[in-house]
């Protein structure tokens, strides 16, 4: 039988083969994850592309969970390869079911292992603790999404955050594929015309995404994910 000690670290372990394959793939896989490697191969990758769709697409969607999952460098050139092999509507797809299902792997690994502690420790406090976690129930989905569509939020961060706190795992995960539609359509955008940028020599331009018309937008959509809370506080102050 296992002691208590020895099960408490067994559920740690998923999260230690993550953090361990994350700083691997930091070290080692730099170049292979890069737009120089995907100039380099695209012919290649058409090729493949054109003589087996299906396997592509399939091989493309694992790559893209395990970069997820993983954390590993390239996802937003994994994005960019989505507009760039797919087209604007396949390619979106396709980033937005990947880069849910890396989110959602993520997720479950840490609530598993340190996400349970925490969560339960935050269920058993008092005070100060307690109203917090109130308050991130109530407005758990305006939160999730204000992680998602916030373009400073990096992507691990809206991953992490959410377990080690206890949120609700289907809230997560459909909040996850809505909220990052925005982004990945950019990319895949930016992905579409990757063809002839390479042609002309240059790299793809990620500030893109910084451009006021499609920045505007993106933060109109965190105002509307905010709203339920602004209006939950002002009419608190009125209250009181």
């Given at each position: 039988?296992?002691?208590?000690?020895?099960?408490?670290?067994?559920?740690?372990?998923?999260?230690?083969?993550?953090?361990?394959?994350?700083?691997?793939?930091?070290?080692?896989?730099?170049?292979?994850?890069?737009?120089?490697?995907?100039?380099?191969?695209?012919?290649?990758?058409?090729?493949?592309?054109?003589?087996?769709?299906?396997?592509?697409?399939?091989?493309?969607?694992?790559?893209?969970?395990?970069?997820?999952?993983?954390?590993?460098?390239?996802?937003?050139?994994?994005?960019?390869?989505?507009?760039?092999?797919?087209?604007?509507?396949?390619?979106?797809?396709?980033?937005?079911?990947?880069?849910?299902?890396?989110?959602?792997?993520?997720?479950?690994?840490?609530?598993?292992?340190?996400?349970?502690?925490?969560s339960a420790r935050i269920e058993a406090g008092e005070g100060r603790m307690q109203r917090l976690r109130a308050g991130l129930r109530e407005h758990e989905v305006s939160v999730l999404l204000l992680l998602r569509l916030v373009p400073v939020v990096p992507f691990?961060?809206?991953?992490?955050?959410?377990?080690?706190?206890?949120?609700?795992?289907?809230?997560?995960?459909?909040?996850?594929?809505?909220?990052?539609?925005?982004?990945?359509?950019?990319?895949?955008?930016?992905?579409?015309?990757?063809?002839?940028?390479?042609?002309?020599?240059?790299?793809?331009?990620?500030?893109?995404?910084?451009?006021?018309?499609i920045l505007g937008p993106i933060l109109g959509l965190c105002l509307l994910a905010a709203l339920p809370i602004v209006v939950k506080a002002l009419r608190?102050?009125?209250?009181?």
């Amino acid at each position: 039988m296992m002691t208590p000690r020895a099960r408490r670290w067994l559920r740690y372990l998923p999260l230690i083969l993550v953090l361990l394959v994350a700083v691997a793939g930091a070290l080692t896989l730099g170049d292979a994850l890069s737009f120089d490697a995907l100039r380099d191969n695209r012919e290649r990758l058409m090729a493949f592309r054109d003589a087996n769709f299906i396997g592509l697409t399939l091989s493309f969607v694992a790559i893209y969970v395990l970069i997820v999952a993983f954390s590993l460098p390239g996802a937003a050139v994994a994005s960019v390869s989505g507009g760039f092999l797919f087209g604007l509507a396949l390619g979106t797809a396709l980033n937005v079911v990947a880069a849910t299902l890396g989110a959602a792997a993520i997720f479950l690994v840490v609530r598993w292992g340190p996400g349970a502690a925490l969560s339960a420790r935050i269920e058993a406090g008092e005070g100060r603790m307690q109203r917090l976690r109130a308050g991130l129930r109530e407005h758990e989905v305006s939160v999730l999404l204000l992680l998602r569509l916030v373009p400073v939020v990096p992507f691990f961060v809206a991953n992490l955050l959410p377990a080690l706190v206890g949120v609700r795992f289907g809230n997560f995960l459909w909040t996850t594929a809505l909220g990052i539609v925005p982004g990945a359509l950019v990319f895949t955008w930016i992905g579409v015309g990757l063809g002839e940028v390479f042609a002309r020599g240059e790299r793809p331009d990620l500030t893109l995404i910084w451009e006021p018309y499609i920045l505007g937008p993106i933060l109109g959509l965190c105002l509307l994910a905010a709203l339920p809370i602004v209006v939950k506080a002002l009419r608190g102050g009125r209250e009181v």
